[in-house]
């Protein structure tokens, strides 16, 4: 089995209608659900985030700013807001002095991560070196893997690599679109994968419902 983190998010950024699905979701099955810091103030993030708890959720704040400043901004908001884990974020020399003592699981991106919506670029060698580096520092938990933002690798080969090479969970973000790249990534060894815009867009079966849709992935995830 491999765990989804629904992420209440379209193209990178945190919907403006988030809180409209948390309670409808509170009896969907779902576990996990998350949000990014681009789209959402730190006063919308705090709020998503105590709506999420109220409805039995573990919460995830993903990180896709690209300036150390605003990454360090994401972060402290992220903490404020009192999610469980923060993901992705490229500068953990700046982010793990913040999270000394608070009680957060911090999963950056390994590799080398660019733009926004945020791609991979390098080697699977050189991915999985820098996932071994990460998950090797105190404080990182494990990855926030863009297996499917990367251009040109083979995913399964590309999530296998980062997991063996990891010494924590590896979750796969972005672009997944179809219930063969979940098998794929289960297969690999990944711990979750996340999905936000096709959801919304309805691109899995029981669209347009959105409740529909997250039951549906959350079977394909348990049958993997």
């Not at 919308?44 to 919460?59: L, P, S, Y």
């Not at 080969?157 to 219930?179: E, M, N, Q, W």
């Given at each position: 089995?491999?765990?989804?983190?629904?992420?209440?998010?379209?193209?990178?950024?945190?919907?403006?209608?988030?809180?409209?699905?948390?309670?409808?979701?509170?009896?969907?099955?779902?576990?996990?659900i998350g949000f990014k810091d681009v789209g959402a103030t730190?006063?919308?993030?705090?709020?998503?985030?105590?709506?999420?708890?109220?409805?039995?959720?573990?919460?995830?704040?993903?990180?896709?700013?690209?300036?150390?400043?605003?990454?360090?901004?994401?972060?402290?908001?992220?903490?404020?807001?009192?999610?469980?884990?923060?993901?992705?974020?490229?500068?953990?020399?700046?982010?793990?002095?913040?999270?000394?003592?608070?009680?957060?699981?911090?999963?950056?991106?390994?590799?080398?991560?660019?733009?926004?919506?945020?791609?991979?670029?390098?080697?699977?060698?050189?991915?999985?070196?820098?996932?071994?580096?990460?998950?090797?520092?105190?404080?990182?938990?494990?990855?926030?893997?863009?297996?499917?933002?990367?251009?040109?690798?083979?995913?399964?080969?590309?999530?296998?690599?980062?997991?063996?090479?990891?010494?924590?969970?590896?979750?796969?973000?972005?672009?997944?679109?179809?219930?063969?790249?979940?098998?794929?990534?289960s297969q690999a060894g990944a711990w979750g994968f996340t999905?936000?815009?096709?959801?919304?867009?309805?691109?899995?079966?029981?669209?347009?419902?959105?409740?529909?849709?997250?039951?549906?992935?959350?079977?394909?995830?348990?049958?993997?």
């Amino acid at each position: 089995m491999i765990n989804f983190i629904f992420m209440l998010t379209h193209a990178d950024r945190t919907l403006d209608n988030a809180l409209d699905y948390v309670d409808d979701l509170s009896d969907s099955g779902l576990h996990y659900i998350g949000f990014k810091d681009v789209g959402a103030t730190p006063e919308r993030q705090r709020a998503i985030a105590r709506a999420a708890r109220d409805a039995g959720f573990e919460t995830m704040l993903e990180v896709v700013s690209t300036t150390r400043e605003d990454e360090v901004n994401s972060v402290q908001a992220a903490l404020a807001a009192g999610v469980d884990w923060i993901l992705g974020g490229t500068q953990p020399d700046a982010v793990l002095p913040l999270l000394v003592g608070a009680p957060v699981k911090y999963c950056p991106f390994p590799g080398r991560v660019s733009g926004h919506p945020s791609v991979l670029e390098g080697t699977i060698d050189e991915i999985a070196a820098s996932a071994r580096e990460l998950t090797s520092r105190e404080g990182v938990y494990g990855l926030d893997l863009l297996a499917y933002r990367h251009a040109s690798a083979d995913i399964e080969h590309l999530t296998r690599a980062v997991v063996d090479a990891s010494s924590g969970p590896v979750i796969a973000a972005g672009s997944v679109v179809r219930d063969d790249q979940i098998r794929t990534l289960s297969q690999a060894g990944a711990w979750g994968f996340t999905i936000g815009s096709a959801i919304v867009e309805g691109l899995f079966p029981g669209a347009p419902d959105v409740k529909a849709q997250v039951r549906h992935v959350l079977e394909v995830a348990a049958t993997t």
